[in-house]
């Protein structure tokens, strides 16, 4: 059996103001800062000898993944970065209020573009401030205008099958840090969840998800390392 870690990243400063962020960086604040140490503590608590960790291109995954090696003490362990593995982008939403928004366009529309599976929000207009195509870290990347779960899915999968299948496949006990949303793409891979349920799956932050799975890569037990935080799991495939 092999072990899989899924952490999504602490509380950022655009959590905290309830703002969409997707694939804008931004901060993690004091208390995202606490719970990404805690989440090491949780993780060396569980008795897992990790060798490999992956994380988005994003800061808020990356120093939250910092933090935790260092709480585990395991700051020498590989860390490899990917965009495939960012939040899923939010177009045109980024950077509003979720309030105001959903006072603006009404509770249903803003529950569809933000949990549906398969509608993405409004495109991002080319040139906005929140427009990535000129940031380096995307240089020969074709940046999303927007994004739905399904889009987001298709976006982290091949990465899943190309590079993190193979490490967990050798035997490799793994550490992800990424993002509600790509996570949430993992999750649904997986378990097998369907495109219904998948909208009620919530993934807490700086709360580690450990995956025991098998040799083909099959959840055989799954449990949040913060009994007191833990959100509801998706059932283990038959």
Not at 81 to 102: F, I, S
Not at 119 to 128: A, T, V
Not at 153 to 170: D, G, H, K, M
Not at 213 to 232: G, M
Request: proline share 6%; charged share 25%.
């Amino acid at each position: 059996m092999v072990q899989l870690a899924l952490m999504r990243h602490g509380q950022s400063e655009w959590n905290l103001q309830n703002r969409f962020t997707g694939w804008w960086d931004v901060q993690l604040t004091e208390k995202g800062e606490a719970e990404a140490t805690r989440a090491g503590e949780l993780l060396a608590g569980a008795g897992v000898d990790f060798r490999q960790c992956y994380t988005s291109v994003q800061t808020r995954a990356i120093r939250t993944l910092w933090l935790a090696l260092h709480s585990m003490d395991r700051c020498w362990l590989p860390v490899t970065k990917h965009y495939r593995l960012n939040e899923r982008h939010y177009g045109g939403l980024t950077g509003l209020d979720k309030a105001e928004t959903a006072a603006k366009h009404g509770d249903d529309q803003v529950k569809i573009w933000r949990r549906s599976y398969d509608i993405p929000p409004p495109d991002l207009e080319p040139g906005s401030e929140f427009d990535l195509s000129g940031d380096p870290r995307y240089d020969g990347i074709d940046v999303p205008a927007t994004e739905s779960l399904k889009l987001t899915l298709e976006r982290v999968l091949p990465y899943w099958n190309e590079t993190v299948a193979p490490t967990l496949t050798s035997g490799t006990n793994t550490i992800i840090s990424a993002h509600g949303n790509s996570l949430r793409a993992i999750v649904k891979h997986l378990f097998a969840v369907s495109e219904d349920d998948i909208v009620g799956v919530e993934i807490p932050t700086g709360n580690p998800l450990l995956i025991e799975l098998d040799a083909n890569l099959k959840p055989v037990s799954a449990r949040y390392l913060d009994a007191d935080r833990a959100k509801e799991l998706p059932a283990l495939p038959a």
